[in-house]
């Protein structure tokens, strides 16, 4: 299997654009999450996705974001009139439906830093 | 309180040696999952060993193995015979309750192999 996908990579803007980032979850996973990294902590959940229905949401997720999977493969995760706070890691990952079910695989991860 | 905590910053080892990164967790919940992952420069998150609040057995996975004291709410890492290809940030992560997804993560442990 080729692992998590994420793109782009890095991602320059200034505050107040909007930003939209894709992840490919790992073929057959059912299951897709979103996390933020901030410089010196741990990841934070920000929701996951059983196939296309989104599921949980954490308080994090302000109304400036929004994720979608509308086909239950690939998720997108939009964030609008970007503020400088919104500079972080964001991390994508997915767990399968069958064997390992419990454990979260994760990308690359896509820098975004907010100008 | 936080849910996850690691209480070592950073960590500095000889090659070869054995080293155990340590990880308490809080939960009143009887059904929980534990897991480590490793974050090398790049920013993958790559996941290395879970535990189940069932298990009985520690799990081990090559040269990981975590030490589960269940009573003490602790979850160390240990890591044989380093090599200097382990130098990154560790986190541990915590599923908890029953059909949950998200993982919290602790603020993670910087590991740092001397040749």
């Known amino acids: 299997d080729t692992g998590v996908s994420q793109n782009p990579r890095h991602k320059i803007t200034k505050r107040g654009q909007n930003v939209t980032f894709r992840c490919d979850p790992i073929?057959?996973?059912?299951?897709l999450y979103w996390y933020r990294q901030t410089l010196g902590q741990g990841p934070e959940f920000l929701t996951y996705?059983?196939?296309?229905?989104?599921?949980?949401k954490s308080r994090l997720l302000s109304d400036r974001f929004s994720a979608e999977r509308p086909k239950g493969s690939f998720s997108t995760l939009e964030i609008q009139r970007t503020e400088q706070g919104d500079s972080a890691m964001y991390l994508c990952?997915?767990?399968?439906?069958?064997?390992?079910?419990?454990?979260?695989?994760f990308g690359p991860g896509t820098r975004l830093t907010v100008l | 309180a936080q849910k996850i905590t690691q209480t070592q910053p950073g960590m500095f080892v000889q090659e070869k040696e054995a080293v155990t990164l340590d990880c308490t967790y809080d939960t009143s919940d009887q059904s929980y999952g534990l897991f480590w992952y490793k974050q090398p420069s790049s920013g993958e998150m790559i996941f290395l060993i879970y535990?189940?609040?069932?298990?009985?057995q520690n799990a081990t996975e090559g040269r990981y193995s975590l030490n589960f004291q269940k009573a003490r709410k602790s979850a160390n890492l240990v890591i044989s015979a380093s090599q200097l290809g382990d130098s990154a940030m560790y986190f541990c992560?915590?599923?908890?309750?029953?059909?949950?997804?998200?993982?919290?993560f602790g603020q993670g442990t910087r590991l740092t192999i001397n040749p």
């Open positions: 073929s057959e996973h059912n299951r």
């Open positions: 990952a997915s767990s399968p439906r069958t064997g390992m079910t419990d454990t979260q695989y």
């Open positions: 996705f059983q196939n296309e229905a989104q599921l949980e």
């Open positions: 992560a915590m599923r908890e309750g029953e059909g949950a997804q998200k993982l919290v």
């Open positions: 535990q189940g609040s069932y298990d009985e």
